[in-house]
Structures are given as structure tokens and as C-alpha cells.
């Protein structure tokens, strides 16, 4: 009975943890268009194995995924930038990534609150 308490606890912990991930995810994306985001990111990194066989380790790889993957699409706007006649492209390029990122954010916020894993 005891165990299954602290396993509780450590649950609850760990969801804790992920729940404040994604407001530092959100407000560094708000405020600095996920310019900060590498500071909660690690932290996923770090933490993604204490959370493993529980619901919140999807959570985890989700803010991994959702960070690497807007990266790449902010990388992709950059590089159309550079070539002056993709400007224009390269703001629906980051449009859509910050719609999409905000989605990512919003979702995994949601499922964790009612204690639900994100789609791998």
C-alpha cells in the first residue's frame, strides 16, 4: 500500500514537472518566438527517463519533437529569406510553424491536464 503511495507521488511529481515545461515552453515561445525554449528543452532531456513507463513520458518526447521540428521549419523560413524572392514564402513558412507550434503547446497541455498521453 506504501509503495503504491510513493509511486503515486512520483507520478504526480513528474506530471508537475511536465505541466511547468509546457508554461516555460509557452511563455518562451510567446515572448521570444521559442528563442528560450532550449532552457525547458534540456530539462526534457534530462527528465524524459524518470517519467518512462508513464503516460507523461510521451509528453516529454512531444516537447522534444515539437521543439526540433520548429527548428527546422524556422531554419527552412531562413533560408528561403536569404533568397529574397522566397520572402514572401518564408513568412507563410513561419506563420505556419508558429500556428502549428502553438497547436503542439496547446494539445499536449490539454492531454496532460486530463491525464492522457500525446500521439507518438
Excluded: C
Amino acid at each position: 500500500m506504501s509503495q503504491d503511495i510513493i509511486l503515486d507521488t512520483q507520478l504526480q511529481q513528474t506530471r508537475n514537472l511536465a505541466w511547468w515545461l509546457y508554461l516555460i515552453h509557452g511563455a518562451s515561445f510567446v515572448f521570444s518566438l521559442g528563442a528560450f525554449s532550449f532552457i525547458p528543452l534540456i530539462i526534457n532531456y534530462v527528465k524524459r527517463d524518470e517519467a518512462a513507463g508513464t503516460f507523461v513520458y510521451s509528453h516529454h518526447s512531444w516537447m522534444i519533437r515539437s521543439f526540433w521540428w520548429y527548428v527546422a521549419w524556422i531554419v527552412v523560413g531562413a533560408i528561403l529569406w536569404i533568397t529574397l524572392i522566397g520572402i514572401p514564402l518564408a513568412f507563410l513558412v513561419w506563420g505556419v510553424a508558429w500556428l502549428w507550434k502553438a497547436y503542439r503547446l496547446l494539445r499536449g497541455f490539454l492531454d496532460l491536464n486530463n491525464n492522457k498521453p500525446v500521439p507518438l
